[in-house]
């Protein structure tokens, strides 16, 4: 089993930045990427970024050239450094590991998610 954990949420002013930390720990076999979630009240959960070590990163366009999606080079620690903040960001955010194991084959395991808040 694979636990995955975020930090870093917080209340923020508008054109503020943030910056979210995903740890994994637990049963790591292999970790092909990471990638963060948010789900703001009434809405869908929605990709914010996601990227496949040494492969591809993908943005929201929302957030393209605001958010910044870093994974650290063992992989089981990850960022979202986020700039330039607006009141619609506000939202919980989720951190996903792309994981595979020979047991559980190749999944994304859920972090209890981070409130971010951005209001003046």
């Known amino acids: 089993q694979v636990q995955v954990v975020e930090s870093g949420g917080g209340l923020v002013q508008p054109g503020g930045s943030l910056t979210l930390s995903c740890v994994a720990s637990g049963r790591i076999v292999s970790i092909y990427g990471m990638g963060w979630y948010r789900q703001a009240p009434g809405k869908e959960r929605e990709l914010v970024a996601r990227?496949?070590?040494?492969?591809?990163?993908t943005y929201a366009d929302s957030v393209r050239g605001r958010f910044t999606i870093s994974l650290e080079s063992a992989k089981t620690t990850g960022y979202l450094q986020m700039n330039s903040l607006k009141v619609e960001d506000t939202a919980v955010y989720y951190c996903?590991?792309?994981?595979?194991?020979?047991?559980?084959?190749?999944?994304?395991?859920w972090g209890q998610g981070t409130q971010v808040t951005v209001s003046s």
């Open positions: 996903i590991v792309d994981h595979w194991s020979s047991a559980a084959g190749r999944r994304d395991y």
């Open positions: 990227t496949m070590y040494g492969v591809s990163t």
